[in-house]
C-alpha cells in the first residue's frame, strides 16, 4: 500500500484546513486507517482513526475539531481541521492498516504550521 498525504501549509490560528491521503496498490486489503502527528521533539501521536465498518476514534486534543473521512473504496482519506491553534503545529502522516501482510504503511508526512 502506498500512502501521499497533500493539503498541508501555513494558517493561521482559528482557520481551517484540509488534508488528504491518497492510496494506491493492495487497498482492497485495508481494513483501517488514520492520521498521526509528530512535532519537533514530541513522539508520534493518534490525530484520528477510521475502520471499515465506519467507526471513528480521535485524540483527545483533536475531538470536536478534527473530522476523519473516507471514500468507500480505500483510496482516499480527508482529515478536516477547524478552529486550528499553534499546538496544531506538526507533521501529519497518512497510515493504512493491511489485513494481507498486518503491516502498518505510512505516508511520508505533510507539514501543517498554524501561526500569526
Known amino acids: 500500500v502506498q500512502l501521499v498525504e497533500s493539503g498541508g501549509g501555513l494558517v493561521q490560528p482559528g482557520e481551517s484546513l484540509r488534508l488528504s491521503c491518497a492510496a494506491s496498490?493492495?487497498?482492497?486489503?485495508?481494513?483501517?486507517m488514520g492520521w498521526y502527528r509528530q512535532s519537533p521533539g514530541n513522539q508520534r501521536e493518534l490525530v484520528a482513526t477510521?475502520?471499515?465498518?465506519?467507526?471513528?476514534d480521535y485524540g483527545d486534543s483533536v475531538k470536536g475539531r478534527f473530522t476523519i473521512v473516507r471514500d468507500t473504496a480505500w483510496r482516499s482519506m480527508y482529515l478536516q481541521m477547524t478552529n486550528l491553534n499553534p499546538d496544531d503545529t506538526a507533521v501529519y502522516f497518512c497510515?493504512?492498516?493491511?489485513?494481507?501482510?498486518?503491516?502498518?504503511?505510512w505516508g511520508q508526512g505533510t507539514q501543517v504550521t498554524v501561526s500569526s
Open positions: 497510515t493504512a492498516h493491511s489485513a494481507l501482510d498486518h503491516q502498518q504503511y
Open positions: 477510521i475502520t471499515s465498518g465506519g467507526d471513528t
Open positions: 496498490g493492495s487497498v482492497y486489503s485495508v481494513y483501517r
